[in-house]
């Protein structure tokens, strides 16, 4: 058995900045562009943010990830890369996520150093079992309902099999997957720290009201 502390601090993160977690996507957020939206993202309430972009080269997400990090980090916003582990060390980002299909977690924590946060995707019972607290800080589960931005995803694992994955996971969890603003008292019931949105901000009128109605809709679970 182990005795040490699980590795992987996160420097000053902890489990409140996954409370409302932007995912970025460039298609859904092309109308005010990514770094707009996320500015108004945060400005709603959004805790952290997470930059995905599956078709951009390394280069261009890192030129992102710095104009995001030049307001992010004075306002102690969370940044955390989704995959790409060159750029999330090239900016110093405080986090990574990484999916199932991606590099595996291992490999990623000894790249990535002790300190950068390690989110990992689950999708299933078996997945929650393969995660180690000693190399993951936090499992994103889901899909928790269908989703269009991920159309490559796993059958939604419904309210119930979140709660079931939640209560089997031995590090802190967010529940992502075609979430909106009408599931986040119900969500918030399962044990999750926080959730994981993308289309409810992305390409939403406006972007700081649906995330400021998101906010409202979690902290009204009692």
Known sequence: TRTEQPVGGGGDMNPQDLQLSLVTDPTLCR????VETVMEAVAGG??????????????????????????LKPMR??????????????????????????????????????????GFS?????????VDPFVVNY??????????????HL??????????????????SIA??????????????TGVEGVAVVSAICGQPNPREATRQLRQAMEEQS
């Open 31 to 34: 109308e005010f562009g990514v």
């Open 176 to 189: 992502i997957g075609g979430i909106g603003a009408h599931h986040g008292a119900e969500l918030m019931k």
């Open 122 to 130: 689950v999708e299933s019972p078996e997945a929650a079992l393969k």
């Open 77 to 118: 916003i969370p940044l955390l890369i989704n995959d790409r582990v060159e750029v999330a060390r090239a900016v110093a980002a405080q986090g990574i996520h990484v999916g199932r299909e991606d590099m595996p977690v291992e490999e990623v924590r000894q790249r990535v150093g002790p300190d950068m946060w390690i």
């Open 46 to 71: 959004a805790t952290s943010v997470q930059l995905r972009d599956k078709e951009a080269s390394d280069e261009v997400l890192i030129l992102q990830a710095r104009d995001l990090m030049k307001f």
């Open 155 to 172: 059958p939604p694992v419904g309210v119930e099999g979140l709660r079931r994955l939640v209560t089997s996971l031995p590090v802190p």
């Open 139 to 152: 499992a994103g589960v889901g899909p928790v309902f269908s989703t269009g931005t991920k159309p490559d």
